[in-house]
């Protein structure tokens, strides 16, 4: 049985974690995540004019050695899965390398968002551990890529990426995606700068490096709304989307996020929430250098800050922290991933939880 691996609501009924799923859908504090997302370290090499994390940037940092013991910290809490990510740039952390082999080696499935620049000197590790890379490229040209990903000089790296990624796509054990964020800004000029018209070439270019799907995605704003865009530059994003469906196949897919869903559906920029506890906080946190937060959409937030993970054991921290500290009626008002995965916990948490058990097919809940 082939399962979608966005459906973050059957992933809950997978039997590996379901112990810790019924604890977290009783209201009850869970023993240990299932899922950490990992920000090894705050710098980036790239200078993204519309980045949303570019006001944590190069706040505080791991040790390499407190790195690897983090690791070994999330092996021994039976943690399933991790996800590198930031934050800055999670390869650009000398000490990261160690990291996948220790999480890979022992058995943890892995996750990897980058912006790609750094994977010719991670490649043996990324190819060998990695459950999947995802590239954020969002462009399909040089020139289009150095107005809104330049590096810290103002240049375009975007061939240096490419090749990196055909680097990886030939030695990759898991998947490798290619990831389009759909921007459009306006310069002191009054005119208007877009990168939308490249959704199929990109598109195109993943296909022809040998990524195994392309993902589109909208804009967040500082505060994770999603960025209304006018209707004309969504259907130009479809009408693309609906040409490159040709390039499909059981090696190629195209993946829509729940971010353009939302445009698509005019679900507007507040996604209203009518429960006070985010019962996924006990099932998935974010560890970063400045701090461990209850989510990865409150990155940076002192007021979802519910430990150190630089000084603090994390098993220490997990057993002696409150992760209801964010109301999600209150906090939440975004469009949030798992906002569904909320819904069906407190169901399962009332006994009528809606689908059967599945078999364990993909951790990152």
């Not at 209201?27 to 200078?47: H, M």
């Not at 070439?201 to 392309?214: K, V």
Request: aromatic letters at 6%.
């Amino acid at each position: 049985m082939t399962h979608d691996r966005l459906d973050l609501v059957s992933k809950l009924y997978q039997p590996a974690g379901w112990p810790r799923v019924l604890q977290a859908a009783s209201g009850a504090p869970s023993g240990a995540p299932l899922v950490v997302d990992l920000d090894p370290t705050t710098f980036c090499d790239l200078a993204c004019p519309e980045c949303i994390s570019g006001k944590l940037l190069n706040q505080g940092r791991f040790t390499p050695d407190r790195l690897a013991a983090l690791a070994e910290e999330i092996v021994a809490m039976g943690v399933r899965a991790v996800v590198l990510i930031g934050g800055g740039e999670p390869l650009a952390h000398r000490g990261t390398r160690r990291v996948l082999r220790i999480l890979g080696e022992a058995g943890l499935a892995v996750g990897v968002v980058t912006n790609g620049t750094m994977i010719r000197q991670n490649l043996s590790e990324l190819a060998q551990y990695a459950s999947w890379v995802r590239v954020s490229v969002d462009a399909g040209t040089a020139a289009t890529y150095g107005r809104f990903r330049p590096d810290r000089k103002g240049r375009s790296v975007f061939d240096k990426v490419i090749e990196n990624m055909r680097l990886l796509a030939a030695e990759k054990r898991g998947a490798l995606g290619y990831s389009f964020l759909v921007m459009s800004r306006q310069e002191p000029d009054g005119s208007t700068v877009t990168n939308h018209h490249e959704v199929l070439t990109a598109a195109e270019l993943a296909h022809d490096i040998g990524c195994d799907y392309f993902e589109t995605k909208a804009m967040f704003d500082d505060d994770h709304h999603i960025v209304q865009v006018p209707g004309e530059l969504l259907a130009s994003v479809d009408a693309q989307l609906a040409q490159a469906a040709r390039l499909e196949s059981e090696r190629f897919q195209l993946v829509n996020s729940s971010t353009l869903t939302s445009l698509r559906s005019d679900a507007g920029a507040v996604q209203p929430k009518a429960y006070d506890r985010c019962r996924v906080a006990e099932l998935r946190t974010l560890i970063t250098p400045s701090g461990v937060y209850v989510c990865a959409y409150h990155r940076g937030n002192p007021l979802a800050r519910i430990g150190d993970a630089v000084t603090d054991d994390l098993a220490t921290l997990w057993e002696n922290s409150d992760r209801g500290i964010v109301d999600p009626s209150r906090d939440c008002r975004f469009h949030c991933a798992r906002h569904r995965s909320n819904l069906e916990l407190e169901r399962i948490g009332r006994g009528t939880g809606e689908l059967p058990p599945v078999a364990d097919y993909d951790p990152f809940l």
